[in-house]
């Protein structure tokens, strides 16, 4: 794995070979933010496997780039699928898989600069698994143009890629209300409301 850097107008990179080399398939890509002090964070290379993290001590450098063993310390032995984002106010947030298809949940971390420190955002998964070995999948969260986050996901059962199929592909519009609007109940547990997520809107249901 190797991060390169330039400044805009130069054509020299600076080069930051990290010690983790790059699983084969699509599962291993890596994902790297930017957090408000300018220091870089780099998060990939798992499936299934345990937390591989790097952030760098100084802002903007990858040369200083190091490995991090961990992030909150729990949960961190089958990651897949990370991915950073941030809040309205620039909170650095880490989601990721914890487990494997059909026993997996979706986690949430969040960083604080002052303390240099991951601890859990969320109180509850954000998506979590069934006991019918059935577990959701979402794609890319955004934030979007009404100030909400928006998250779609799909369903997967059993394990196999042929049988990868969507019952339903919900609209999770997320506020920091903090109470949930509508009655609608989903096989996806994770529903559970916490000061982030405010309340899901269905689309209707795919055959």
Known sequence: MTVAARRLGEKRW??????????????NYVTMAIDRTGCLHVCGNMHVAPLVYFRSEQ????????RVPAMTGGSEKRVTYPGFFRTAEGTLLFLYRDGKSGDGRT??????ETTRTWTRYLDAPLLDGTSRSMNAYPADIRRGPDGFFHLVWMW???LTVAATFISRMPAAAISNTGKP???RQSRCRSHRTTSMWSW????????
């Open 181 to 183: 609007r509508g009655d």
């Open 156 to 158: 997967r059962e059993p």
């Open 107 to 112: 986690l949430v971390n969040g960083y604080d």
């Open 14 to 27: 600076t080069l930051a070979k990290l010690d983790s080399t790059l699983g084969w398939d699509s599962h």
């Open 59 to 66: 802002p903007l450098d990858v040369s200083s780039l190091r």
């Open 200 to 207: 899901i809107r269905p689309l209707p249901t795919v055959a």
